[in-house]
């Protein structure tokens, strides 16, 4: 028996509202755990496998130990032998890099093999951060020299390069590098001889500053396959935005706020489709974004309901759109992985 027209058109309209909610981006949330009872997590990158490094710690003392986390475990991978350590950034081989205290409770740079942590050295000042990793092992961050001055380097084929500043050398750690690409381009943030700091981009010897929103500085944090970089960068008005650049001299994009807020937004990572996550302040809050398609989103309106997660920041995001970073769970801080449903 054929259907009466109005019941066809409800039909129709159901139907079309069923595919409008499963083209909607949801995720399913995993608790990536503690490596002890009083414990706490922070993640900080992911690969295309879902394997995640970051930190855990212990809430009652100053103690954090490196993370491996793989396929549903988490693992330590210890420290260089002082109290704390963070993986910072993993390769599709699955190796760490970061930094750790070392037994005189300096700060070193590593680059893990398997359960190994290598100090990678430093630029002759005693200490160094590593904070990005390639594919190919080459590892960026920022290293003292023997002037005690803070520079951004990349270390590979076993070796520590000097990548210089924008014209100004001080101990400050943001003369650092914070990502390189599987082309050898590495992005961070440098001061130049007027005592201003501005996003950079490093490729074949030469540093490239990058511009701002409006305002007087920027900071980049990632930078893609493609040769994107991510970052924040201030507005005229002063309010700092998250920004995406196509190359190191592009014109920085806004991607906006929540709500129309002038809230401060750092784009902390972005993929090779240009999706961009990070953090941003709303209402007084932290809470975890991810950009796509044009539009800024809170995180924590696309987990489900009920789930006693409030995210606080997003640092990682991989090819297939997995997001990692930290927020609360009932109240405990413990590291996360976002799958897009």
């Known amino acids: 028996m054929k259907a009466p027209a109005s019941l066809a058109v409800l039909a129709c309209i159901l139907i079309a509202v069923s595919s409008l909610c499963a083209a909607q981006t949801s995720y399913a949330i995993t608790d990536l755990g503690v490596l002890n009872s009083n414990?706490?997590?922070?993640?900080?990158?992911i690969n295309a496998t879902a394997e995640v490094t970051g930190a855990a710690g212990n809430n009652s003392s100053n103690v954090s130990d490196i993370f491996f986390y793989s396929n549903g475990a988490m693992t330590s991978l210890g420290t260089l032998g002082g109290t704390s350590g963070i993986g910072?950034?993993?390769n599709a081989s699955g190796?760490?890099?970061?930094?750790?205290?070392?037994?005189?409770?300096?700060?070193r740079a590593f680059l893990s093999s398997g359960s190994t942590l290598t100090d990678i050295g430093d630029l002759g000042g005693g200490s160094a951060v590593a904070y990005g990793l390639n594919d190919l092992g080459f590892v960026v961050g920022s290293a003292v020299t023997a002037k005690g001055e803070n520079h951004p380097f990349l270390y590979r084929n076993g070796r520590m390069t000097d990548l210089g500043t924008l014209g100004s050398s001080n101990n400050d750690w943001w003369n650092s590098a914070q990502g390189v690409n599987n082309a050898g381009a590495v992005t961070g943030t440098s001061y130049d001889a007027q005592g201003n700091f501005f996003g950079f981009v490093w490729k074949n010897g030469k540093m490239t500053k990058m511009g701002t929103l409006g305002g007087p500085w920027s900071q980049a944090s990632a930078i893609n396959n493609k040769g994107q970089v991510a970052g924040l960068a201030y507005t005229k008005n002063g309010s700092a935005?998250?920004?995406?650049a196509n190359c190191g001299a592009c014109p920085l994009k806004d991607l906006g706020t929540f709500a129309g807020s002038?809230?401060?937004?750092?784009?902390?990572?972005?993929?090779?489709?240009?999706v961009v996550v990070g953090q941003s302040t709303f209402q007084g809050t932290y809470h975890a974004f991810v950009y796509s398609a044009g539009k800024i989103k809170d995180l924590n309106g696309m987990i489900p309901a009920g789930s006693g997660w409030a995210l606080i920041e997003a640092q990682g995001i991989n090819a297939t759109g997995q997001i990692v970073g930290m927020g609360t769970h009932n109240g405990q801080e413990h590291a996360y992985l976002l799958t897009p449903q």
């Open 39 to 45: 414990g706490y997590s922070v993640a900080r990158a």
């Open 88 to 90: 910072n950034a993993i």
């Open 95 to 107: 190796q760490v890099a970061g930094y750790s205290q070392n037994s005189s409770q300096a700060y």
């Open 241 to 244: 935005h998250a920004f995406i």
């Open 262 to 274: 002038t809230s401060t937004v750092w784009g902390f990572g972005i993929n090779d489709s240009g």
